[in-house]
T-cell receptor, first 112, second 112 residues
Framework: GESVGLHLPTLSVQEGDNSIINCAYS??????FIWYKQESGKGPQFIID?????DKRQGQRVTVLLNKTVKHLSLQIAATQPGDSAVYFC???????????FGKGTRLSVIA | NAGVTQTPKFQVLKTGQSMTLQCAQD?????MSWYRQDPGMGLRLIHY???????DQGEVPNGYNVSRSTTEDFPLRLLSAAPSQTSVYFC???????????FGPGTRLTVL
C-alpha cells in the first residue's frame, strides 16, 4: 500500500508464492494507470498499464486490477521470483495533458 | 537505440554552486520530464516539456530551470545548489502513442 513517513511499506513473500501489491489513487477522473518496477540503483521500469474502461489486464506473470469505485489499483505477481525483488510504484494519469502522479511505492522482498 | 541517457551518474556540489544535469533521448518522443526521488517521497515532478520550445513547472520547480531547444535534449539546471536538493534525479521520455514512460538511469546528487 501507500507509504507514510520515511519508510516504504514492505511486502515479504516466499519464492514461488503469489504477491499482491496495492495502491490507492487520488483522482476519480484519472483515466490511465501504470505500474512501475524499480530495482536498486536503477530508474523505474514500466511493467503494465490499464485504462479506466477496463477492470483487469494481464501480462506475463502480472495482472493489474482496477476498482474505480474505491479508487484502488493492485498488481498481482504470480510465482514470485528473487528477480522480482524491487520497489513497485503505481502512477495515475489525470485527464487532459497533465503529468502522471506517482504513489510512494512498496518494497517487495522475495525470500528464497 | 540508447533510450534515455543521463549524465553524470554521480555529482557532489558545494552549497551555492551551479550545474547542469544532462538528459538525452533517441526515441523522438515529444514529452519529457524531470523528477527527483527522495526516501519515502516517491517521484516528484520538477519540470516537464510537451515538445521543443515548451516547458512547464511540475510539483517542485523552485531552484531548477529547464530548457528544450531540441526534441532530444532536456537539461536541468541547478542555479545555486542547496543541501535540500540532495536527491536522485530521473529524466523520462514518454511515448505519445502508448503513454509508456521511459526513465533514464538517474543522477545521484549530493550538496554539501
Amino acid at each position: 500500500g501507500e507509504s507514510v513517513g520515511l519508510h516504504l511499506p514492505t511486502l515479504s513473500v516466499q519464492e514461488g508464492d503469489n504477491s499482491i501489491i496495492n495502491c490507492a489513487y487520488s483522482n476519480s477522473a484519472s483515466d490511465y494507470f501504470i505500474w512501475y518496477k524499480q530495482e536498486s540503483g536503477k530508474g523505474p521500469q514500466f511493467i503494465i498499464d490499464i485504462r479506466s474502461n477496463m477492470d483487469k489486464r494481464q501480462g506475463q506473470r502480472v495482472t493489474v486490477l482496477l476498482n474505480k469505485t474505491v479508487k484502488h489499483l493492485s498488481l498481482q505477481i504470480a510465482a514470485t521470483q528473487p528477480g522480482d525483488s524491487a520497489v513497485y510504484f503505481c502512477a495515475e494519469s489525470p485527464p487532459g495533458n497533465t503529468p502522471l502522479v506517482f504513489g510512494k511505492g512498496t518494497r517487495l522482498s522475495v525470500i528464497a | 537505440n540508447a533510450g534515455v541517457t543521463q549524465t553524470p551518474k554521480f555529482q557532489v556540489l558545494k552549497t551555492g554552486q551551479s550545474m547542469t544535469l544532462q538528459c538525452a533521448q533517441d526515441m523522438n518522443h515529444e514529452y519529457m520530464s524531470w523528477y527527483r526521488q527522495d526516501p519515502g517521497m516517491g517521484l516528484r515532478l520538477i519540470h516537464y516539456s510537451v515538445g521543443a520550445g515548451i516547458t512547464d513547472q511540475g510539483e517542485v520547480p523552485n531552484g531548477y530551470n529547464v530548457s528544450r531547444s531540441t526534441t532530444e535534449d532536456f537539461p536541468l539546471r541547478l542555479l545555486s545548489a542547496a543541501p535540500s536538493q540532495t536527491s536522485v534525479y530521473f529524466c523520462a521520455a514518454t511515448s505519445g502513442l502508448t503513454n509508456e514512460q521511459f526513465f533514464g538511469p538517474g543522477t545521484r546528487l549530493t550538496v554539501l
